[in-house]
């Protein structure tokens, strides 16, 4: 079970440091970054954002500049977290050094995925986070048999970030068989390719979706 509670409690620490820490930077932020005082509020008008980049900060800055915080504090929660596994719960493992680099692999991915959901739907985000959340606790075979689930969670089993997280730390901890372990490792880094995506590629089409959304929704008079 070691290996299923210390994957839940890393995507549950993404969850919170989204929940806890701003992952926009605000005009007066980015014109503190850049030395411009208080020009660039005035200069840049309502969408701040969209028109940073006349000062040399892009988009790609603005995500990759705040993630950096996000990343350091994950890889402490996961450092923190599978060093308690080992020596305060008494968790063995056979290659404690492997067992250490999945919860920093998995605290990089998973806060980068919850990040990126934050950072591009704002609080729906958050909320998609905690359904991807419940999803994978009922889908990813950890608290029992995934062949003992029904036929919608067999099905999404392999999609899971969980469940590779999960396989990879119990090769880490019995031994694995072949390159099971780097495998899975490789599996669960994949998920980082739709994620950057989404927070660098799609970033400004995404911004622009949002934006007429909350257009529309203000337009209603109920929101």
Not at 85 to 99: E, I, R, S, W
Not at 102 to 108: E, K
Not at 163 to 178: Q, R, W
Request: aromatic residues 12%; neutral net charge; contains cysteine.
């Amino acid at each position: 079970m070691a290996p299923f509670y210390t994957i839940l409690s890393i995507w549950v620490g993404a969850i919170i440091l989204c929940a806890m820490l701003k992952v926009t930077i605000s005009d007066r932020e980015k014109a503190h970054v850049l030395g411009l005082g208080d020009t660039l509020p005035r200069i840049a008008g309502p969408s701040g954002p969209g028109n940073a980049s006349r000062w040399g900060l892009r988009l790609d800055h603005e995500y990759f500049g705040r993630y950096a915080i996000f990343a350091l504090l994950a890889l402490l929660q996961g450092t923190l977290v599978c060093l308690g596994d080992t020596y305060f719960l008494g968790v063995q493992a056979n290659h404690a050094l492997q067992f250490l680099a999945v919860g920093w692999l998995a605290a990089l991915v998973f806060s980068n995925i919850v990040y990126t959901l934050t950072v591009s739907f704002g609080d729906i985000g958050k909320a998609i986070a905690v359904v991807l959340l419940v999803m994978q606790v009922g889908g990813s075979g950890g608290t029992f048999p995934i062949e003992m689930t029904g036929p919608v969670f067999q099905a999404i089993y392999p999609f899971l970030p969980f469940t590779h997280g999960i396989n990879a730390m119990h090769a880490a901890m019995a031994g694995a068989y072949h390159m099971e372990y780097w495998i899975e490792l490789g599996i669960l880094a994949s998920y980082l390719i739709p994620s950057l995506a989404l927070g660098v590629v799609f970033r400004r089409p995404v911004i622009k979706a949002n934006d007429w959304i909350i257009e529309k929704l203000e337009s209603t008079k109920l929101i």
